[in-house]
Structures are given as C-alpha cells and as structure tokens.
C-alpha cells in the first residue's frame, strides 16, 4: 500500500494515476474525500496537515508515502510533521517533493521552505528519496484565458531560461521512487532536457494554436501589488518574487539528467504543450494531423 498526500494536486493526482494503471495499491488522501476524483480501486481517505492524528489514521498499515507539503513560510513545519508521523506509525519509505534551488542562499527565505521537510526525511531513519524539479509545464496553463483571447501572457523573468518539466515526468520518477528501494537516500533535481526562456515557451505555444502569443514584462512592483490584493501575505509575495529574481539572474539554467537516467527519456515542452494544446483554444485535430516539429 502506497499512500499519496497532496492528492488532488499536480503532482499527487499523477501518481496516484500512474500507480493505479500499474495495478498497486494506493491510498488518497485528502481534506475532502467526498471532492476527490480517482481512478477505480484507489481508496480515499480524510487527511489535513493541522490535523495530524487523521494523517497518522490515513497513513497506518502503508509502506510507502508520497509527501507534498503547503508551500508558503506559514507552513515551513508541516512537512517535518507529516514525515515524522509517517515514520511513527511503521512507514518505510518516503518520497518528499521539494524544489529546484532549495537551500541556495541566493534565494533567500524561499530557499528555505522546503529544508525542515527534507532534513526530516533524511533524519527519519526509513528510505527517503527527494525531489527537487525545476518549474512545472504545466504553470503556462495560467496563460490559457490570456492566448485564447489573444492577449500577452506575463512574464518577469526576462530572457533567462529553465529547464521547464512535464510534471509527468515528475510523477513518473515519484513512481520508481516510491516503488524500489534502489533511490533510497538520493536527492534528485528534475529538469527537463532543454532551456526554455518565457518567450521560447510562448513560440512554442503559438505554433500549437496558430496565432501568435505575444509576451509582455510585468514590474515587480505591480504584481506584488496583485499578489497581495489577491490574498498572499506579505512574506509570501516576497518569497515568490525572490524566486522570479533567482530565474531572471540565471541561477536557475540548470537541465540534469536525472529524469533520463530513471526513466529512459524526458519529455520537451513541446511535447507537453502539444497534449494539452485544447486548453490554450488550439484545434486538437489538425495539431494532431500536422505532424509539424514544435
């Protein structure tokens, strides 16, 4: 039995897909079961980071735990909490997800998020794995109202590029992880296999459409101001900005070759961008029947 927090999310609902098509048993859990959408067999369990005894019910009788935390400085703790009652209740081994640049001084406070949950894991005393993937693909869908209305999608990180990754592949390295101990005592950081600056995801995502998608540079003072109106604290809105400022300077042009190393291959942008072309208002069909290289 494998037990998967975080499991309505990106990364969680994935693997929880990815193990059920291989036939394993998994648990979901989730702070409102009756919400969750899983493939058949999968169990659905109530579980809330504020409430560890339901954690510690969710996760009793598993052998393997997936661990996603809340981000943000509020919640720094959470991750050590969940992995320690992991470790209480007889799990034996736990994946963490982390992220690229954790620990990096040059991050600031936001590289620090992550480090309570990643020392647990590794202090935990059970096999533990870490991840630490660069920015999602999957973050571009954000632009999705703006490109099917024809407006410019956002961008503060300038010309600078990162090895975007399809968060499949992030799950999929989740997987072998939480399946073998051959990745016990690893820290991974995920990328994927090219550098993709915000106007090259843009190109990319314009080919998939038809029509250009053009880019426009926000101040760091105007979305700040959109950060906190929309409810972020202060800290957070910071740490989220220190991250746009790490990718601007070019601290993270990083591509690894982790992903191909464990799965035997890692998918481009273009690959993602072109399986989710009907979210951006593509024609699937004749992206599909062009066969054009993206």
């Given at each position: 039995?494998?037990?998967?927090?975080?499991?309505?999310?990106?990364?969680?609902?994935?693997?929880?897909?990815?193990?059920?098509?291989?036939?394993?048993?998994?648990?979901?859990?989730?702070?409102?079961?009756?919400?969750?959408?899983?493939?058949?067999?999968?169990?659905?369990v109530r579980?809330?980071?504020?409430?560890?005894?339901?954690?510690?019910?969710?996760?009793?009788g598993?052998?393997?735990?997936?661990?996603?935390?809340?981000?943000?400085?509020?919640?720094?703790?959470?991750?050590?909490?969940?992995?320690?009652?992991?470790?209480?209740?007889?799990?034996?081994?736990?994946?963490?997800?982390?992220?690229?640049?954790t620990?990096?001084?040059?991050?600031?406070?936001?590289?620090?998020?992550?480090?309570?949950?990643?020392?647990?894991?590794?202090?935990?005393?059970?096999?533990?794995?870490?991840l630490?993937?660069?920015?999602?693909?999957?973050?571009?869908?954000?632009?999705?109202?703006?490109?099917?209305?024809?407006?410019?999608v956002?961008?503060?990180?300038?010309?600078?590029?990162?090895?975007?990754?399809?968060?499949?592949?992030?799950?999929?390295?989740?997987?072998?992880?939480?399946?073998?101990?051959?990745?016990?005592?690893?820290?991974y950081?995920?990328?994927?296999?090219?550098?993709?600056?915000?106007?090259?995801?843009?190109?990319?995502?314009?080919?998939?459409?038809?029509?250009?998608?053009?880019?426009v540079?926000?101040?760091?003072?105007?979305?700040?101001?959109?950060?906190?109106?929309?409810?972020m604290?202060?800290?957070?809105?910071?740490?989220?900005?220190?991250?746009?400022?790490?990718?601007?300077?070019g601290?993270?042009?990083?591509?690894?070759?982790?992903?191909?190393?464990?799965?035997?291959?890692?998918?481009?942008?273009?690959?993602?961008?072109?399986?989710?072309?009907?979210?951006?208002?593509?024609?699937?069909?004749?992206v599909?029947?062009?066969?054009?290289?993206?």
């Amino acid at each position: 039995m494998i037990v998967i927090t975080g499991a309505t999310g990106t990364i969680g609902s994935e693997i929880i897909r990815q193990l059920a098509d291989r036939g394993v048993q998994v648990r979901a859990v989730t702070r409102d079961p009756g919400r969750a959408e899983v493939p058949a067999g999968v169990e659905v369990v109530r579980g809330d980071y504020t409430d560890l005894a339901s954690i510690a019910t969710a996760m009793t009788g598993a052998d393997a735990a997936f661990v996603v935390g809340v981000l943000g400085p509020e919640y720094a703790e959470a991750d050590r909490a969940l992995i320690t009652t992991a470790r209480e209740v007889g799990i034996g081994r736990i994946v963490k997800l982390s992220a690229i640049g954790t620990g990096d001084v040059s991050l600031g406070r936001v590289g620090t998020w992550h480090l309570p949950g990643e020392q647990a894991a590794r202090e935990s005393g059970v096999d533990w794995t870490i991840l630490r993937p660069s920015s999602f693909a999957s973050n571009t869908l954000s632009w999705a109202q703006a490109i099917r209305s024809g407006n410019p999608v956002p961008n503060m990180t300038g010309r600078a590029t990162q090895g975007f990754i399809d968060p499949r592949d992030v799950a999929a390295v989740a997987v072998e992880a939480l399946l073998s101990a051959e990745h016990a005592g690893r820290v991974y950081t995920l990328t994927g296999p090219e550098l993709r600056s915000t106007h090259d995801l843009a190109a990319t995502l314009a080919a998939v459409v038809g029509h250009p998608v053009r880019v426009v540079d926000i101040p760091e003072a105007q979305a700040r101001e959109h950060m906190l109106t929309a409810g972020m604290s202060a800290e957070f809105a910071d740490g989220a900005l220190a991250g746009q400022a790490y990718v601007r300077a070019g601290r993270n042009a990083i591509v690894t070759d982790d992903v191909r190393q464990i799965l035997g291959r890692a998918r481009t942008y273009a690959e993602w961008a072109t399986d989710h072309a009907s979210a951006f208002g593509a024609d699937v069909t004749a992206v599909a029947n062009s066969g054009q290289s993206l």
